[in-house]
């Protein structure tokens, strides 16, 4: 009998899809999975870092939760990638808006993330790596928005180690650089895909604005940001990119 591929922090007990979701919020895995996947299978547990594969339009799609934090994702994006086959991660998150015009729920696109993060220094490289989304992936997102008449903001974004910051400057500096918005993953995950030749992008919904003190609940960080979800799904099923 041959034996599935298990890793510490994924047990595969269902098929995982060439294609994941990946939002930081487990419990957001699961209320994606449920709302819009059909013949659901959960495929992980361990540590609760539930997944769940289902099909959305007929298309086999994966979903699971990345945690918090370069470390978090980083491994996670290895082992789907360099164990169980995936090709193409699509990060959905929650952001917080570093310019003033973003508004609450607004779609933020990560074209690139820079990073306070000492994550990129391992590649040992001779300079200064810029972490990149996928473009392929990109444009079908801006399609996909523009069909839906949903307006994105597409840019820099910054992946930080730091949700809580000791210095109070930081925000106003990275803001000045034309940086949109910040969150905890993308830079660690575009940086991962880069080096195994595989898709990555980093989709958000903008859960605060640093700049105006606007904020959602942490229910709505789970369960309101169906608008990041339904984009994301629609361009995962899309034939063109399988
Ligand atoms: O909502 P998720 O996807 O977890 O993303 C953001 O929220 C978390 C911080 O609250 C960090 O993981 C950050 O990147
Ligand atoms: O990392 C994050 C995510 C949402 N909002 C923030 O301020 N930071």
Known sequence: ??????????????????????????LRAQFIAHTYLDDVQQFNAVRNMVGFTGT???REISVMGSGMGIPSISLYAWELIHVFGAKRLIR????????????????????????D????????????????????????????ASERHIDVHVGNILSTDVFYNAADDVNERWAAMGVLAV?????????VAAEAGIEA??????????????????????????????????VAGKDELA
């Open 117 to 144: 993060s000492h994550f990129l220094h391992h590649y040992n490289l001779p300079g200064t790596y810029a972490p990149t989304g996928s473009y392929r992936l990109l444009r079908a997102f801006d399609h996909a």
């Open 183 to 191: 969150e905890m993953e993308s830079a660690g995950l575009y940086a």
């Open 92 to 115: 959905i998150g929650s952001c917080g808006a570093m310019q003033p015009d973003l508004d609450l729920y607004d779609i933020v696109i990560a074209q690139s993330a820079s990073t």
């Open 1 to 26: 009998m041959t034996e599935v591929a298990q890793t510490p922090h994924i047990r595969p007990t269902a098929p995982i899809a060439s294609t994941v979701l990946l939002p930081g919020d487990p």
């Open 201 to 234: 992008l980093g989709v958000f919904t903008v859960s605060d604005n640093l700049v105006t003190g606007a904020k959602t609940t942490a229910h709505e960080r789970e369960q309101a940001f169906t608008q990041m979800a339904e984009l994301a799904l629609s």
């Open 56 to 58: 959305y339009r007929g």
